[in-house]
């Protein structure tokens, strides 16, 4: 197990290699310059000056390099250095330098911020993407595992054909259809919640907690709707197979009682399924988060994104695109290892 | 291994033979598929949208470009002018609904057709030669490990202005988010027919066309490719959801096809700034959307228990 655990780690090295080197081409090779935003009084000799101060006359490979290095070794040594307040010192290897040292040691910052480092920015963002999203997979986990189970043992019940209807319905419509239909219904109508999603806000009383909660009522419960549809049809489908096996039938025969089956063994065995994909699933609703944050107009990673990309800002949006596929790698890493922990037919070798 | 065969009286036989009627794949698969009411349903739905929206244009001869400002904002109303309502311009909501159709529609299929084309290529190569196994399942698995969305918005941000210098506005975009969306989109479909491949490889038949000396190109194509249509077939029909899905996610972040030309997302994005005073101009292109993908998620389903044989009693 350990043995393939370092391996299954170790062969990321080159997916994340590859995905950042494909991310960093098409953004190198894009035509667009940083500088077009810019007014058009400013003349072209000062033009070439700024491109040469983001470093954009050096070749491509150079480019490419010196990015890795910042944000592989730098950054992180950073943030090292930060929270447990030590020195890293230098690193050499014949002429190249590997690890600066720690006063010239150059972060990733962003074109258009001000030259603010990028995971500072990341950071002031992470949190109001974590509140919305967190809070809404964890519902949605929550409300989808019962009702899955639910229908599944009470097949081609009323219950089961009224959620299975609701689940096409939830992952046929849009986020983005829901959102807005809940934003006339809710806020424009009836006026029970804010349109806008507040980020300001600090939470310090009843009254501010109270605010809180009511501007996320909506975001949360649109992305959990999307999700409990997915999940819970996955669900019950993964308890439906396994009450065809021959196992429930001897336990059934041994006369356990129904409530007794479904719990110690159709329970256990088919949820290993689902705790994969829902570890799968992680890194794609950051993503989907994008959509719901443009909706409610939360600024998180996503609003972001979409607003480096707007201003060119290449670093911000390198930098965000490579933490996503970082997450997606490695929470396949970690499916795969639950996998082999929850299941003992699969062997590792 | 021995094979022992019963032999059935003649009389029984000559029985058999006059009461089965021959009956092909795709007719048991049409039988199993009447079975799901709701496939049935989705089907008629898509026909009518489809239709309406290829169609329709012809006889709702009302141009969706034309600004009338004295008309702006109206409620959707039967009796009326324009039945749908008009927007903050005075363009007329029914047709820019349908004219966006059009071009949501083409856009679905036309990426879908790509995205199979290629996975379809992928996993037949990978499934049927053993040396290429391996580097192109590499690959596949380093695509699937790309942020999809966010790449999507990425590509088309940088590449819009030198496609739409190129080719125009409206073509340049389209084949941009065809091109981006179908070539984002082919790993599931490769994955399925490579597992598809690898199986039927090990069959009699294959072993028999290559014992009479079949080239393996035909082999691959006459003999393999056909069996694995059925879920090459359900791939695509999920396939058109998810790439008009996608398109009109791009569109509703603005990121898609400009404002002059109207798909369903676009128009979202548009009536999104004036939902509070006319919530109208969301609800209509959000009905399509919703409907079109529902339609097809139904029938997908249905397609995938009437293709499966193992689910066949």
């Given at each position: 197990?350990?043995t393939?655990?370092i ?12 995905i ?33 101060s ?55 910052t962003?074109?258009?911020s ?8 990341i ?10 999203v967190?809070?809404?997979y ?21 219950f ?7 689940a ?31 980020t ?7 009254a ?16 959990a ?10 669900t019950?489908?993964?308890?439906l ?18 409530r ?10 088919s949820?290993?399924?689902v ?12 993503a989907?988060a994008?959509?719901?944050?443009q ?13 480096a ?16 596929a ?24 | ?11 029984i036989?000559?029985v ?6 021959t ?46 400002i004295?008309?702006s904002?109206l409620?959707?109303?039967l009796?009326g002018?324009h ?33 199979m ?11 049927f ?31 819009r ?17 065809v ?6 989109g ?5 994955r399925?027919?490579?597992g ?14 290559s014992c ?15 069996n ?26 603005g990121?898609g ?24 101009l ?6 399509f ?19 499966d ?5």
């Amino acid at each position: 197990m350990s043995t393939y655990l370092i391996r299954r780690i170790l062969t990321t090295i080159p997916t994340l290699l590859f995905i950042s080197f494909v991310i960093f081409a098409l953004l190198a090779l894009a035509p667009g310059d940083p500088t077009s935003n810019l007014p058009m009084t400013i003349d072209a000799s000062v033009r070439e000056q700024i491109r040469k101060s983001l470093g954009l006359d050096e070749p491509f490979a150079v480019r490419y390099l010196l990015w890795l290095k910042q944000f592989v070794l730098h950054e992180p040594i950073n943030a090292i250095e930060k929270a447990f307040d030590i020195r890293i010192p230098s690193l050499q290897i014949g002429p190249i330098s590997i690890i600066d040292p720690p006063g010239e040691r150059l972060r990733v910052t962003s074109w258009s911020s001000r030259g603010k480092p990028v995971a500072d920015l990341i950071l002031e963002r992470v949190p109001q993407t974590l509140w919305v999203v967190g809070v809404s997979y964890l519902l949605s986990v929550l409300i989808a595992i019962p009702l899955g189970v639910l229908g599944a043992i009470r097949q081609n019940s009323i219950f089961d054909q009224i959620s299975s209807v609701f689940a096409i319905i939830g992952y046929s419509m849009p986020t983005f259809v829901t959102g807005l239909l809940a934003i006339i219904i809710f806020s424009v109508k009836l006026g029970w919640f804010p349109m806008i999603y507040d980020t300001t806000l600090v939470v310090k009383d009843f009254a501010s907690f109270g605010q809180q909660i009511r501007q996320m009522i909506m975001p949360v419960a649109v992305l959990a709707f999307f999700q409990v549809a997915q999940l819970s049809r996955f669900t019950r489908s993964s308890i439906l197979d396994n009450l065809k096996q021959d196992y429930v039938r001897t336990a059934n025969a041994k006369g356990f009682r129904e409530r007794y089956v479904i719990s110690k063994h159709v329970l256990r065995n088919s949820l290993i399924p689902v705790v994969t994909l829902i570890a799968l699933g992680i890194p794609s609703i950051f993503a989907g988060a994008i959509i719901t944050e443009q909706i409610f107009r939360v600024n998180g990673l996503g609003a972001l994104l979409i607003i480096a990309i707007q201003s060119f800002d290449i670093p911000v949006v390198m930098s965000v695109l490579f933490i996503f596929a970082v997450l997606i790698v490695s929470f396949n890493v970690i499916a795969d290892i639950v996998y082999g922990f929850l299941d003992p037919r699969i062997q590792y070798s | 291994m021995a094979v022992t065969t019963q032999v059935a009286p003649p009389g029984i036989q000559l029985v058999q033979a006059k009461s089965t009627k021959t009956r092909t794949l795709w007719y048991d698969a049409w039988v199993q598929f009447r079975k799901n009411r709701l496939s049935i349903l989705g089907i008629i739905v898509l026909t009518l949208l489809i239709v309406s929206m290829l169609v329709g244009p012809l006889f709702y001869q009302v141009d969706p470009d034309k600004i009338d400002i004295m008309a702006s904002e109206l409620a959707p109303s039967l009796s009326g002018e324009h039945p749908f309502g008009t927007d903050d311009l005075g363009r007329d909501t029914l047709a820019r609904n349908l004219y966006g159709g059009r071009i949501s529609l083409a856009v679905g299929f036309t990426a879908m057709l790509i995205a199979m084309t290629v996975g379809t290529l992928i996993g037949l190569l990978s499934g049927f030669i053993p040396s290429l196994d391996g580097p192109l399942m590499r690959f596949t698995d380093m695509m699937f490990a790309l942020p999809q969305l966010p790449l999507l918005l990425v590509i088309i941000m940088l590449f819009r202005d030198t496609l739409r210098s190129i080719f125009g506005p409206e073509i340049g975009i389209f084949l941009l988010v065809v091109f981006v969306i179908g070539i984002l989109g082919w790993m599931p479909t490769a994955r399925i027919v490579r597992g598809s491949v690898l199986s039927i490889k090990q069959k009699e038949f294959i072993e028999a066309a290559s014992c009479i000396g079949t080239r393996r190109g035909k082999i691959m194509f006459k003999h393999i490719l056909p069996n694995v249509m059925s879920p090459i077939i359900v791939s695509a029909t999920l396939g058109i959801a998810a790439a008009i899905l996608t398109e009109s996610v791009l569109s509703f972040l603005g990121l898609g096809f400009p404002s002059d030309v109207p798909t369903w997302g676009r128009l979202l994005f548009d009536g999104r700034d004036f939902m509070t005073r006319n919530p109208w101009l969301v609800f209509w292109p959000g009905l399509f959307i919703s409907l079109t993908i529902l339609s097809i998620n139904f029938m997908g389903d249905g397609l995938r228990d009437a293709l499966d044989p193992r689910q066949r009693q």
